[in-house]
């Protein structure tokens, strides 16, 4: 039997560095955070086949004293914290005093630095754990770091890094993630001898812009934020500009990059509705909150936090990220390339408007509540009366020209809240193009896509995709406000019905009532549809009867509005939306097209497909070489 004894420092540091250390890229992490907290402005990397054979940072920050240059490379030895009041508020990327002498105990390293007050540089180095003295070294301020043989004494280890290739590529994106949280200081990155990055001091707005390329550039949306002592600012990608990995998803803790269950989950719920199948966001995301509201001494790697209201946090980041993809097309984008979506207060009817957020731990649970147009914290008031009561931008226009009251002009129009959204008699008031954004309607393509104009040129509509958005935005506020109007049927519609069909239409009968169906059994074998809901009187009953009586049974009645909510409404509005080769009139393509202006999402349909695009008149002039 063995007897318990101490371990030797040198393997201690080890164990430690195997948490820390992982490859090349997380002693690169380390050391660039020891060199931004150090105050540098300026840090220049020089990288040996992907840093395994050697790796150089050198900073223009605060340095460090000749005293205190030994101790740096001790283990637990840090200027960051001093007790754990500290701890709990850490403000700091390091704090830990653990990174030098893990790098130490594995590497062959050498530490040089210069304060302002002393007249020359100093340097340690250090080999299998055990430090050098002290020597005179030439640098004219800062702290320069070289580390070389990565691993040399651990052949455990090392055998494990991959190619210098490999090994590069993930020392590249640790340094993407420190730029896109320090915009304010510059970086260059060589790699054996040649330079492959050069970003100088920016804001963080174009620093995020510069490392994620032009093709985010084009398809990203600024939004800024806050709630109390929470901030949420930074970009987000349109769905349309979905990847198939998740190689452009940046999100930022008080400066600290971070994989966080808690946010992924916010940010995965925010697009759920709008993302196309498999696809994942791009977005660059910055989250500030007080230190002492979230701890980040959760893992040796400190990619992970735990807040201490996770709850106010997730649904404050869900709601500022539906809010900002949730804007209608027809509220957005008055000329500016990135519009921003603040939370500061505006005057009543003016540009951008938008209500002031509550603090975080006021905010609903249901994650429904984001997609309406109005504050969330006003409906336990007013449940469904302010949705009603507030017309659409575009109709309050024309009712002012009119003269009119917008319930009228909505009336006469054929549309509304709860309404169909396809009127089919009165013709629509000519606007501005201001006021339109989409454009007017001209014609109809093939049966598929309306052809509208606008004042940048062409707009080319997929009418059902549209269409279905539209009626999906508005099930779910009827559904949310449990109003859903149903349509009595004049002869009910009986079908013969399987075994589980029929023990679902027993078990669902309140969650069927809900959606505004009238459903029950008139044998043992077949069930009669009695009533459906208003918005879908002209479609199959049966059909559509019969598929969600599918959903239900697939995933369980008990959990359908809660699982599964958003699948099941969404079959309700695809089996309601215009069809292919139904032929419109302008005034309905006009009305098709208000309707989209006023809605949430309106962007993309439910499966995250685009439902329109714009066809510029450079875009024309190309294709004619007209001026060329």
């Known amino acids: 039997m063995s007897s318990i004894h101490l371990l030797p420092d040198l393997l201690v540091s080890q164990i430690a560095a195997g948490e820390v250390v992982e490859r090349p890229a997380s002693a690169l992490k380390e050391l660039l955070e020891n060199s931004l907290d150090a105050g540098s402005r300026d840090i220049r990397l020089d990288l040996e086949e992907g840093g395994i054979k050697s790796m150089r940072i050198a900073d223009d920050g605060a340095g460090i004293a000749p005293d205190e240059l030994t101790l740096a490379l001790t283990r637990h030895a840090t200027s960051k914290i001093t007790s754990l009041d500290d701890l709990e508020r850490v403000a700091s990327l390091g704090f830990r005093g653990e990174a030098l002498a893990s790098i130490a105990s594995v590497a062959r390293l050498t530490l040089t630095s210069r304060v302002a007050e002393e007249p020359h540089a100093w340097k340690v180095g250090a080999l299998d754990g055990r430090l050098h003295s002290l020597e005179p070294a030439a640098l004219a301020g800062g702290t320069v770091v070289e580390v070389r043989d990565l691993f040399f004494n651990t052949p455990a280890r090392r055998k494990f890094l991959k190619t210098p290739a490999t090994e590069y590529a993930h020392c590249d994106e640790a340094l993407r993630r420190i730029a896109l949280s320090h915009p304010d200081c510059a970086f260059t990155l060589s790699h054996n001898g040649r330079v492959a990055r050069r970003w100088v001091a920016a804001d963080w707005q174009a620093r995020a812009l510069e490392i994620l390329g032009e093709d985010f550039e084009q398809a990203a949306r600024t939004l800024d934020e806050s709630a109390g002592p929470l901030r949420l600012f930074g970009l987000v990608g349109l769905p349309a500009y979905s990847r198939s990995g998740r190689d452009a998803q940046y999100l930022f803790v008080n400066g600290r990059f971070v994989r966080d269950k808690l946010l992924n989950h916010a940010v995965r719920e925010a697009y759920r509705d709008v993302l196309h199948q498999e696809r994942h966001p791009a977005y660059v995301l910055f989250l500030d909150l007080p230190p002492e509201a979230v701890d980040v001494n959760v893992h040796p790697a400190k990619t992970e936090v735990r807040f201490r209201d996770g709850r106010g946090v997730h649904q404050f980041v869900l709601y500022v990220l539906e809010r900002a993809l949730g804007q209608a097309q027809g509220a957005r984008d008055k000329g500016q390339e990135h519009p921003v979506y603040s939370s500061a207060p505006h005057a009543q009817g003016g540009e951008g408007e ?275």
């Open 354 to 628: 938008s209500a002031p957020l509550p603090p975080a731990s006021f905010i609903p649970s249901s994650r429904s509540t984001p997609n309406l147009p109005y504050p969330p914290w006003g409906r336990e008031g007013n449940p469904a009366g302010h949705a009603a009561n507030q017309p659409a931008p575009y109709y309050q226009m024309v009712a002012d020209a009119l003269g009119r009251e917008p319930v009228q002009v909505q009336a006469a129009l054929g549309v509304g809240p709860g309404g169909p959204g396809l009127p089919f008699d009165s013709p629509l008031p000519q606007a501005g193009a201001s006021a339109t954004p989409l454009g007017h309607a001209l014609a109809q393509l093939c049966g598929i896509y309306i052809l509208a104009e606008n004042a940048q040129g062409l707009i080319v509509v997929d009418m059902h995709a549209a269409h279905e958005r539209i009626l999906y935005e508005q099930i779910k506020t009827a559904y949310d406000a449990r109003a859903v109007a149903s349509q009595p049927l004049l002869i009910p519609v009986v079908f013969a019905a399987t075994r589980l069909e029929m023990a679902t239409a027993e078990e669902a009968g309140a969650v069927f009532s809900q959606l505004g169906f009238e459903i029950a059994a008139v044998s043992p074998t077949h069930l009669a549809l009695r009533a459906v809901p208003a918005m879908l009187k002209d479609v199959d009953g049966e059909r559509l009867a019969r598929e969600v009586l599918k959903e239900l049974h697939e995933f369980g009645s008990s959990n359908a509005m809660h699982a599964r909510r958003n699948e099941l409404l969404a079959t309700l509005a695809c089996h309601g939306a215009v069809r292919a080769n139904r032929r419109l009139t302008v005034p309905e393509m006009n009305a098709l097209l208000r309707d989209m202006e006023s809605t949430l999402r309106a962007d993309q349909c439910n499966h995250g497909r685009p439902t329109w695009f714009q066809l510029s008149l450079s875009d024309l002039d190309k294709f004619f070489m007209r001026g060329q």
